[in-house]
């Protein structure tokens, strides 16, 4: 069964604009992770924050968790048309990264 | 630095037949899980193993099962086939050392049930 939701579904923007997406989860967790998924291929990592994070940076990602809401939210600054894709949020609630993923949000960057 | 490789790409059976996929975790890795992506959804979580150990199980039926290798390659069988499995069987591996280690995934074995 799905941990939780990603919001929104689907988002559609251009190049050089931001793009945020939302996760909510149902659980207590050892940490969260984001992932990206180009159409039929298999999953990247692109970043995990521990339940005593809340705020992590990569590169042009921004992840947040508010462990007293259950949420999280992935922000991708400067999107390019590369960044289509697929994005999960996954919980780990073990800490054995057995993930429970959510059904994921479809980013479309247009050039 | 191979990654994860998983075969075959793509099956094709029919209900009531048995598949087995294989994977190839990324050298030194010693934990491979297997989830099941149906069209549409995120992968759920179906077997961890962990030097050969099973370590997580998810929510499914009998009909699925797993081993790992002492090479830490693993094999997911499949048995009486049904239509509801049609999905992207994918294979991840992790170094298996401390807390929450990112989880690395292969492209994939799509199946296809008719």
């Known amino acids: 069964s799905q941990q939780g939701e990603e919001d929104p579904q689907a988002l559609s923007i251009q190049e050089g604009e931001n793009a945020t997406m939302n996760c909510s989860y149902k659980?207590?967790?050892?940490?969260l992770q984001w992932y990206r998924q180009n159409s039929g291929r298999g999953l990247v990592h692109l970043i995990l924050i521990r339940s005593n994070e809340r705020e992590k940076h990569s590169g042009r990602l921004r992840v947040t968790l508010d462990t007293s809401k259950k949420s999280s939210s992935l922000l991708i600054t400067a999107s390019r048309a590369a960044d289509t894709a697929s994005y999960f949020c996954?919980?780990?609630?073990?800490?054995?990264?057995?993930?429970?993923f959510g059904k994921g949000t479809m980013l479309l960057v247009s050039p | 630095d191979a990654g994860v490789t998983q075969s075959p790409t793509h099956l094709i059976k029919t209900r009531g037949q048995q598949v087995t996929l294989r994977c190839s975790p990324i050298?030194?890795?010693?934990?491979v899980s297997w989830y099941q992506q149906v069209l549409g959804q995120g992968p759920q979580f179906i077997f961890q193993?962990?030097?050969?150990?099973?370590?997580g199980r998810g929510n499914f039926p009998d009909r699925f099962s797993a081993r790992q290798f002492p090479n830490y390659s693993s094999e997911l069988n499949v048995n009486a086939l049904l239509l509801g499995d049609s999905a992207l069987y994918l294979c991840a591996s992790s170094s298996g050392t401390g807390v929450g280690q990112p989880q690395h995934f292969g492209d994939g074995t799509r199946l296809s049930i008719l």
């Open positions: 193993y962990y030097e050969k150990e099973e370590r």
């Open positions: 996954a919980t780990d609630a073990t800490g054995y990264s057995t993930l429970t």
């Open positions: 050298s030194g890795h010693k934990s």
């Open positions: 659980t207590s967790i050892n940490n």
